[in-house]
């Protein structure tokens, strides 16, 4: 009786314990999983302890306590370092404001809100307020609206705030982007995962890594609306879900990916998960996929456990590691990918062995580790990425109705871009605090909306003579959107030094960006925390630096999945760091210190300028890499075109088991051949890739190695490409259009003796955007052939101008609102569809179309150049 007694009043202390609570996890199993995953980051970080973790004293209901261990539990490592608890309960309560408010809410699974409505951090942007400047901006627009609605008209304002130009890869805050009022791809999905975030709309950044069919990338954003993933273009709104302009690229694709925070449990194909994120595959709601599994074995056929997997992707001339895993017990490793080729490189202990793997053709490839590094030799391969898919297109009416309402939108953020300082308003300040008037006008014009920012910065600090050189060391986003107090901070704590040259100075002292970290006030916080015995001491040998980084700060690989770098400051309060952040608090402490300091970022090791030159410093070994080598690249004279880094070719090197590209995208010492680098002694690889229209590459890979004291050359060979001119259809050049300036011509005078381009183009959309700004680089290629472009608005684009367009070659630019030249276009080349745009096409001096691009591809005016020196030939 006793024993039943006991019993019953056990079980209703446990039924009143769980009812008398709302619980933010329901599932008790999951809830002790995240609260000891919680008690490890605490131990973590338990030099930030009263910053992070005094807001659990607070009188806290069930549901703000789990929810706020959830995001503690799984936050990347940056997140523990650089805000403090309160920013993280403020958050935890708009969530549920936006829960309380919007009836979606109460329907959505517990798990898809607590990943995707929850986390503040999308990708590796600076966190901000912005879930509450944002809430209280959409709740009344938004009202009333169902959730599919709700989450089209939330993309509408994000249109109406942020529009697509490309940029650097640190990614803006959404405040920042709307302050600035246009970023990358990488910032309008950030941007707009926030705000529908903001409202109790589920969503995610997803990416396609890298494309297979041309080079770059893409992100942009799922929502779960009615109880299923579907996708929007971030800030390009569409009148339904499930649209955009890379409906028909993402078709081609060979991954799309997402990082999820925490243990998150979906229906979705798992690549990847640690104790802190799941990555997930959502590649098969856009287009067929397969399996693709490997086997890696020794020389012996034995299969090879543990060993690195690496499926890498044809992209910007590298192997781009799309997926990488370790192989279990029989030697394999899997993954769904999309039907192109891969290259699948498979290593350890520097043992290695690598296959192409064309997916549509085979299930498996077998590959045996029996390479060793050293050996030299050359390969030649092809490339093949997806086959083009068509995709069906909205009714006209729909998408004209849209393109007005778009149209409209434009005109609010450029009202809105009109309210930024004028040249002539900041010719005005440069005159009152006697600066020079050419460089402040030019900072003004970078600042963007930041501008009131910056010119505070330059009244407060007007007579400091580095108050130019300064605000000219960083990097134009840094220019948008660094608040005036952090320049400020920055400026009066420079040591500076005249004793060294100016270009050393500007690069190793004066600036405070190190790599593509947020900018953030260091300088006070590193010379107010160290005493003047350390100081004097790092000053006379920079290895007391070192010294006190390896015994203070401990080292993770893990911790800080999403990439985005500790602030120095962060990094000096919790003690602990990825290797990225460690080197860039490495270089702001010597920096701080008046000690010139730097990341290579070719290679991204620290240096320290000494004795007249760049040193390498080392943390893990005892003695750093020297560059003792030099090698030096030509230009094949067979090449018919220039080949340009990270386009057509990279050097990489062997480290831990495979090429690593060393960075030198936009680094004058790979701007003109003959190009001569500096090179640490090692093993090397130089590849090209050529390619052509249709997408395929040809690769060339040559593998070699360079010793100390090394003068090697070599040349930089792009292979031909293995195709035939075709002729599309042929256009009837009597046909006249209508120029924007009222002359109508037709286009037989267009095309002349030369031939002609034409160019159908949306002036709002991100593709058109990439290939007119394609075009002007290759401007000095069109002049010297001599033929015009015909540039098309036939979308009925309200406030087009071709002004809008600058330094490009030989254009006419025409309307075509009842799209009859696009119409004829499509005719002759056989499209019974519509064409995404743009849509290029080269028509010869007989009205043959003997060259054809539809929609987003990088690289079209070269092939476009490929195509036109081809027909020269044939004439």
Known sequence: MKTILYSFILSLAILCSCTGKKHFISDRDYRSQVEQQFEKRKKLAQHRDKKLFSVFEKDLTAEQEEALKFLYAYMPLSDLADYNGEYYLDQVNLTFQARDTFSWCKTLPEDIFRHFVLPIRVNNENLDTSRAVFFKELK???????????????????????????SDGRTSSPLASVRTSFGRCGEESTFTVAAMRSVGIPARQVYTPRWAHTDDNHAWVEVFVDNKWQYLGACEPEAVLNKGWFDIPVKRAMMVHTNVMGIYEGTENVLEQTDLS?????????????????????????????????????????YYPMVSSKTDKDGLARIETGLGDLQVWASKDSIYGYSRFPVAAIDTVMIKLDRKPGEAYTEVSENIPPVEKTVESLPAERQEENSRRVAYEDSLRNAYMETFMKPVQAEALALELKLDTARVKRIIALSYGNWR????????????????????????????????????????????????PVDVFNEGILTARVINELVRPWRSFLQTHFNDEFKEKARMDVGVITKWINDSITITTTENYMGCPLSPVGVYELRVADKRSRNIFFVALCRSLGIPARVDLATLLPQVYKNGSWVNIAFETTTAPVKSATLKLLNDEKNTIKPEYYIHYTLQKFTDGRFVTLDYEGSELVSEFPVTLDLEPGYYLLMTGHRSNDGSVMVRSEYFTINKGDNLTKAVILEPLRQTRMVAGKLPLDMKVAGTDGQIVALSELAGDKGMVIAFINPGNEPTRHIMSDIPLLKADFDKWGGKFLFVVSEGVSGFKPGMYTNLPMAVFSMDDKKELLNAVTKATGKTTGVALPYVVFVDNKGDITFTSAGYRIGIGENLLKEIKATQVQL
């Not at 997930?280 to 690195?308: F, H, Q, R």
Request: hydrophobic share 35%; aromatic share 8%.
């Open 140 to 166: 009344d627009r938004i009202k009333g609206m169902s959730m599919a609605d709700a989450a089209l008209e939330v993309n509408h304002w994000c249109h109406e705030k942020v529009n697509y130009r490309g």
């Open 278 to 318: 799941t990555k997930i595959n959502s590649l098969s709601a856009y287009t067929v996929t397969k399996p693709a599994v490997v086997k890696v074995t020794d020389t012996k056929g034995l299969p090879v456990e543990g060993a690195s997997v690496v499926f890498g992707i044809y992209n910007y001339a590298e």
């Open 453 to 500: 920012d910056i010119s505070l910065y330059l009244r407060n600090n007007a007579s400091n003579p580095l108050v130019l050189d300064f605000i000219e060391s960083l990097s134009e986003k840094d220019v948008r959107d660094t608040p005036e107090k952090y320049l400020t901070d920055h400026l009066i704590h420079v040591k500076h030094d005249v004793t060294l």
